[in-house]
């Protein structure tokens, strides 16, 4: 299948500084990433969807000022975590979804972010 | 509204034989996913059904039955390595995979 990198896979910040979270799909063109959070013993829940050249689109009840996507090239999509607050702490996951509408997602292999 | 239901925990015997039930009720459907997380990892893919019926894949196998809105995963001889989360996601007409919340599975010797 398909490999999605994610790096890095942990990272431990302080309160206030901001984190950058970057997904390479290493072996196809992803034209649309996505972002989740997953909380522990919980379902993986929809951040963002992210398209190449264009603004991401935002769940709701999140914020968009607060966790920044770009997505600039066709294998790279970025998260950052702006003014990380200890609620921030999670385990962020992307994937990326080959060509065509139906196909399985490929997932990278997570971030653990903590912030103390 | 959208929404997937899938029991939480489920205990097996290495060897045995599992079935992981998952309902789903979305706006429109274009198949049902079913994959594995192990505990700090990211999710990895399983299998796929859009037709009625039996999948079968090795140990594993998933069934659909579109009108019942109605999917299990499938799992023969139980390894020790079989111990994970097994999520149920199902495509809606968007194109969107709306995500169970994942059935923890847990095999005892």
């Known amino acids: 299948g398909a490999v999605v990198s994610q790096h890095p896979s942990r990272v431990i910040c302080k309160s206030g500084t901001s984190v950058k979270i970057e997904c390479r799909s290493l072996?196809?063109?992803?034209?649309?990433m996505f972002w989740y959070r997953q909380f522990p013993k919980q379902s993986l829940m929809l951040m963002a969807t992210?398209?190449?050249?264009?603004?991401?689109?935002?769940e709701q009840g999140v914020e968009k000022d607060k966790f920044l996507i770009n997505h600039a090239s066709l294998t790279l999509s970025t998260l950052t975590v702006t003014s990380a607050h200890p609620e921030d702490s999670s385990f962020y996951i992307c994937?990326?979804?080959?060509?065509?509408?139906?196909?399985?997602?490929?997932f990278g292999q997570g971030t653990r972010l903590t912030v103390v | 509204g959208q929404n997937i239901d899938q029991p939480t925990e489920m205990t097996a015997t290495e060897g045995a034989i599992v079935q992981i039930n998952c309902t789903y009720q979305?706006?429109?459907?274009?198949?049902l996913f079913w994959y594995q997380q192990h505990a700090g990892e990211a999710p990895t893919f399983l299998s796929y059904?859009?037709l009625d019926g039996l999948e079968e894949k090795g140990r594993f196998s998933s069934f659909l039955s579109r009108s019942k809105g109605y999917s299990y995963l499938l799992l023969k001889e139980l390894q020790m390595k079989d111990s994970a989360s097994y999520l149920c996601?199902?495509?809606?007409?968007?194109?969107?995979?709306?995500w169970g919340a994942g059935t923890k599975l847990i095999i005892k010797p």
């Open positions: 992210s398209n190449e050249g264009s603004k991401a689109t935002y």
């Open positions: 994937s990326a979804r080959g060509e065509g509408k139906i196909t399985e997602a490929f």
């Open positions: 979305t706006s429109g459907f274009n198949g």
């Open positions: 072996d196809f063109q992803a034209t649309t």
């Open positions: 996601a199902a495509m809606d007409s968007n194109y969107q995979l709306i």
């Open positions: 059904n859009v």
